[in-house]
C-alpha cells in the first residue's frame, strides 16, 4: 500500500511573496520544510510538490526560471518524487489549476503507479488547496505559513482535517501512528 503527500510550494514550503516568485534568488525555503519531508519519506510515504505557477502564464518569468527555482528548493528539502505545476493564469480556466483536481490527479496518478493508495494527502495554505483535495479524494492539512490564520482555516466548509503551524507539524501528524488524534 501506497502513502502519498501531496504539497503546495509556496506559502508551504517556502515563503510566499505578494508579487510571486519570479527567480531562484526570490526563493526563500522555511527552515523546516527539510525536516518535514524527512518526516514524510522516513515514515515510507511518496512526496509531489503540486503548486499553481502562473507566473508563467503572466508572462513574469520563464519555464526555465521556474524549472532552475524548483532545483534550489530541492536541494534545500531533499529530493521529492515528483513537481507537478499549473503554468495557466486564473481566467485561463484550465483543468489543473486548483482548486480545480488536476495536478492532484497527476499526482496520485504516479503514485498509483507504485501500488494502491492507501493515504492520500493534500497539504496547502490556501481555500483553494483543500477544495481541490477533496475534489481529488484527498484528506486535507492546511498549514499557517501562508494565506489563512488558523481561525479562518478552521471556518472553511468543509473544513480541513489537519490545522498546523507548519509543514512539520502538518507531517509528523499526518505520519503519526494510526489512533493519533488530529
Same mark, same amino acid.
Given at each position: 500500500?501506497?502513502? /502519498? *503527500? $501531496? #504539497? %503546495? =510550494?509556496?506559502?508551504? $514550503?517556502? =515563503?510566499? =511573496? &505578494?508579487?510571486? #516568485?519570479?527567480?531562484? %534568488?526570490?526563493l526563500e525555503v522555511f527552515s523546516f520544510a527539510r525536516a518535514a519531508l524527512e518526516t514524510f519519506k522516513d515514515a515510507g510515504w511518496l512526496v509531489y510538490v503540486v503548486s499553481n505557477q502562473s507566473v508563467v502564464g503572466r508572462g513574469l518569468a520563464s519555464v526555465a526560471a521556474v524549472e532552475a527555482t524548483t532545483a534550489k528548493l530541492v536541494r534545500a528539502v531533499g529530493p521529492v518524487d515528483g513537481v507537478f505545476y499549473c503554468y495557466h493564469r486564473p481566467e485561463d480556466e484550465c483543468g489543473c489549476r486548483k482548486p480545480e483536481p488536476g495536478l492532484l490527479l497527476q499526482g496520485l496518478a504516479a503514485a498509483a503507479a507504485a501500488g494502491a493508495l492507501e493515504e492520500r494527502w493534500m497539504v496547502g495554505d490556501s481555500a483553494r488547496d483543500v477544495e481541490a483535495g477533496r475534489r481529488a479524494g484527498c484528506r486535507t492539512a492546511v498549514v499557517l505559513t501562508g494565506h489563512l490564520t488558523a481561525e479562518e482555516a478552521r471556518r472553511?466548509? &468543509? &473544513? &480541513?482535517? /489537519?490545522?498546523?503551524?507548519?509543514? $512539520?507539524? *502538518? *507531517?509528523?501528524l499526518i505520519t503519526a501512528p494510526r489512533g493519533a488524534s488530529y
Open positions: 500500500m501506497v502513502c /502519498v *503527500a $501531496l #504539497i %503546495d =510550494r509556496d506559502g508551504v $514550503l517556502n =515563503r510566499d =511573496r &505578494p508579487d510571486y #516568485i519570479k527567480n531562484e %534568488d526570490e472553511l466548509e &468543509p &473544513p &480541513p482535517d /489537519v490545522v498546523a503551524d507548519d509543514v $512539520l507539524e *502538518a *507531517a509528523k
